[in-house]
């Protein structure tokens, strides 16, 4: 589900780049050797760039205008309906959200939406659609105080507990497949060059690199990291890197420097800190989720759509043909499962 939401988000992230490049105007988009690209060009190869989504309960690519336009009607009509329903999402449910988040991640909530690329102001919109969609629902919900601590207390016995954060150290990482890189990278550190810079610059982990080597927490017990990662994790100093080192697994051998950014302790989330987050959960475990399609349905139904593009003209006739929630949406992960 994670790639699912983060295509929308890089969605998302380009539409608002179109709106800044309307400006452009007359010296075209971009210039090559004198040579003008429209962004009328730009604008017709973006629309039509493919994006995966969920349709019917299977994944198919369409293209991005369309998905686009898609989401955004979805989305407000989603907000039109919990207002409609008396269950909008409130800035109270989003704060506290964000106020558990960044406890959860002891310190390092903005460094990982960075990485994520995207804003607090986006995750804070994201959430609130989120919300929306648990506060629908979970309406009429009969969920009680006493379910819920049952709940709890059935969750902090396991020893994987989601409540139960080991001890763990955030770190960064720049990784090459060969020495002399790793090593050329090292002398730009020992030079005073910014780390991220140099993991843009060098390292090879395309999954890291873009968010200047930003990895995320590693506790000593992760088997997703390597050991030698984990090691090199809780032997480094917060603000220090090592020295460049070999990690091999049964495919392949990279050399890497690991950088602490940050440390946190064990902790155990407090019932009273978490109770509102699983009565949540229960509660829409426990909804009638036809009665909640049968509701949308009839809604979107209902509604007055138009989208004034030719292209797009028929995308609110499908919508009411296939009335729901966007899969992507409706089953987002919890905004209280940001990266731990």
Do not use: H
């Not at 407090?270 to 475990?285: G, H, T």
């Not at 139904?301 to 919508?319: C, Q």
């Amino acid at each position: 589900m994670r790639r699912i939401e983060y295509g929308l988000v890089a969605v998302l992230a380009t539409v608002a780049l179109m709106i800044t490049l309307t400006g452009c105007g007359r010296k075209g988009l971009v210039n090559v050797n004198g040579e003008k690209v429209a962004k009328d060009e730009f604008y017709s190869r973006l629309e039509r760039v493919p994006v995966q989504t969920i349709k019917g309960g299977q994944q198919v690519t369409i293209p991005a205008g369309q998905y686009v336009i898609e989401q955004m009607i979805t989305e407000r009509l989603l907000v039109q309906l919990a207002k409609k329903e008396n269950v909008p999402a409130t800035d109270e449910q989003i704060e506290a959200k964000l106020k558990y988040v960044k406890a959860s991640t002891g310190g390092s909530f903005l460094a990982i939406l960075k990485q994520q690329g995207i804003s607090e102001q986006e995750w804070k919109r994201q959430t609130s659609l989120q919300q929306t969609i648990y506060n629908l629902l979970s309406k009429g919900s009969t969920v009680t105080d006493a379910d819920v601590k049952r709940e709890y207390d059935i969750e902090i016995a396991k020893p994987n507990s989601q409540f139960k954060k080991p001890e763990a150290v955030f770190i960064s990482a720049i990784m090459t497949t060969t020495q002399d890189k790793i090593n050329q990278a090292y002398k730009l550190l020992q030079e005073g060059q910014d780390f991220g810079s140099v993991a843009l610059k060098l390292s090879e982990d395309k999954r890291t690199a873009g968010g200047q080597g930003r990895v995320g927490w590693v506790s000593k017990n992760d088997e997703k990291a390597p050991q030698g990662i984990r090691t090199a994790a809780y032997e480094t100093g917060v603000g220090k890197y090592s020295k460049p080192f070999k990690i091999t697994d049964s495919k392949d051998t990279m050399w890497v420097i690991v950088r602490a950014d940050n440390k946190r302790p064990a902790s155990v989330d407090k019932y009273e800190d978490v109770k509102n987050l699983i009565k949540e959960q229960m509660a829409v475990r426990a909804s009638d989720r036809k009665t909640f399609d049968d509701l949308l349905k009839k809604f979107i139904g209902e509604s007055k759509i138009t989208v004034n593009a030719e292209r797009y003209k028929d995308i609110p006739e499908m919508l009411k043909k296939n009335a729901g929630v966007a899969t992507d949406i409706a089953e987002g992960k919890k905004a209280s499962e940001t990266d731990k």
